[in-house]
């Protein structure tokens, strides 16, 4: 069974991670640790509303504690790009809860 690829085929890619309080951050992921912290490069966050587009808020150079990491995947960059995220309309992802 493959699981997809790993943290080590991503570095220098672009990827989206999704934390355990429902947030959205888009980054080049710089690099990692043992415990799935990451470093992303050039990141936003993605805050999605019902009542209106997409907002992108800028972060920079961001570390993201792994404990607090619910999901990471690949960005196809063409696809993301070609979307027009100001007219995107979603609910905001709830807290994962354990």
């Given at each position: 069974?493959?699981?997809?690829?790993?943290?080590?085929?991503?570095?220098d890619?672009?990827?989206s991670?999704?934390?355990?309080?429902?947030?959205?951050?888009?980054?080049?992921?710089?690099?990692?640790?043992?415990?799935?912290?990451?470093?992303?490069?050039?990141?936003?966050?993605?805050?999605?509303?019902?009542?209106?587009g997409?907002?992108?808020?800028?972060?920079?150079?961001?570390?993201?504690?792994?404990?607090n990491?619910?999901?990471?995947?690949?960005?196809?960059?063409?696809?993301?790009?070609?979307?027009?995220?100001?007219?995107?309309?979603?609910?905001?992802?709830k807290?994962?809860?354990?």
């Open positions: 069974m493959s699981g997809g690829p790993t943290l080590e085929t991503l570095v890619q672009t990827i991670v999704i934390t355990n309080d429902g947030r959205n951050i888009v980054g080049i992921l710089k690099g990692f640790d043992q415990a799935t912290n990451i470093i992303l490069d050039e990141s936003h966050e993605r805050v999605f509303s019902t009542k209106e997409v907002q992108q808020l800028v972060l920079g150079l961001y570390i993201i504690r792994g404990d990491i619910s999901i990471v995947g690949e960005l196809d960059e063409d696809l993301d790009s070609s979307l027009d995220w100001s007219k995107m309309r979603a609910h905001p992802l807290p994962l809860i354990h």
